[in-house]
């Protein structure tokens, strides 16, 4: 069974720009969790969406977003980037509630220059 | 609030031998998750060790294992026979019901460094 798979690896953006990253979870997993991680302030909680909706949502600002398709492949976006938002997002999958398990991707590492 | 405190930003262990990694939680739920992930340079957070706050039984997975002490609410992890392929961020974290919904919260994390 194929793990959880985060697209791109790597990416470098202009503060300014835009960026879209991509998700797909483990085969059956309905829901997908974003966290953002970053040295200063560890593993922070993005959202959640189950089944196409939004179900929580963590303590960021407007400018991230995201969304599910039906086949579970979720994307956030991030507008507007500024430096602080360089990072590494993870993306993490669950067959039940994300408080009972999750299964991580390997991570994309986002560098806003 | 949930939250999750690892004490010791760095640990070293000597391979083939055992070192023991602390995690405490604070919470006012009687059922919820605790789980042990660890996290080498390649960077994916891979899923070490997971505990049923109702089960009093302690997980083991083969050379890891976890001390469950509920009512201290302590969650530590044991790993013996340490291994290089062991030398990773290990992070504790807890899952239950947070605010009304579902959530993982992690620690800080433990960087554990195996010498040769």
């Known amino acids: 069974k194929a793990g959880v798979t985060q697209t791109p690896r790597y990416l470098i953006k202009t503060r300014g720009q835009q960026v879209t990253l991509s998700c797909s979870p483990i085969?059956?997993?309905?829901?997908v969790s974003w966290y953002q991680q970053t040295p200063g302030q560890g593993l922070q909680f993005l959202f959640e969406y189950f089944s196409e909706t939004q179900r929580n949502k963590g303590n960021f600002p407007g400018r991230f977003s995201g969304r599910q398709f039906s086949n579970s492949r979720s994307e956030m976006n991030v507008s507007t980037l500024e430096l602080g938002d360089s990072a590494l997002y993870l993306c993490a999958s669950s067959f039940g509630p994300p408080g009972t398990e999750a299964f991580f991707g390997q991570g994309t590492r986002l560098t806003v220059v | 609030a949930q939250t999750v405190t690892q004490s010791q930003p760095e640990m070293s262990v000597q391979e083939a031998e055992t070192v023991t990694l602390s995690c405490t939680y604070d919470?006012?739920?009687?059922?919820?998750?605790l789980f042990w992930y660890k996290q080498p340079p390649s960077r994916q957070m891979i899923l070490v060790i997971r505990?049923?706050?109702?089960?009093?039984q302690n997980a083991t997975e083969n050379r890891f294992s976890v001390n469950f002490q509920k009512a201290a609410k302590s969650f530590s992890l044991k790993i013996s026979d340490s291994q290089l392929g062991d030398a990773a961020m290990y992070f504790c974290a807890y899952g239950g019901l947070i605010q009304g919904a579902q959530k993982l919260v992690f620690g800080q994390g433990t960087r554990l460094t195996i010498n040769p």
């Open positions: 919470t006012s739920e009687s059922d919820y998750y």
């Open positions: 505990q049923e706050a109702y089960k009093q």
């Open positions: 085969s059956g997993h309905r829901s």
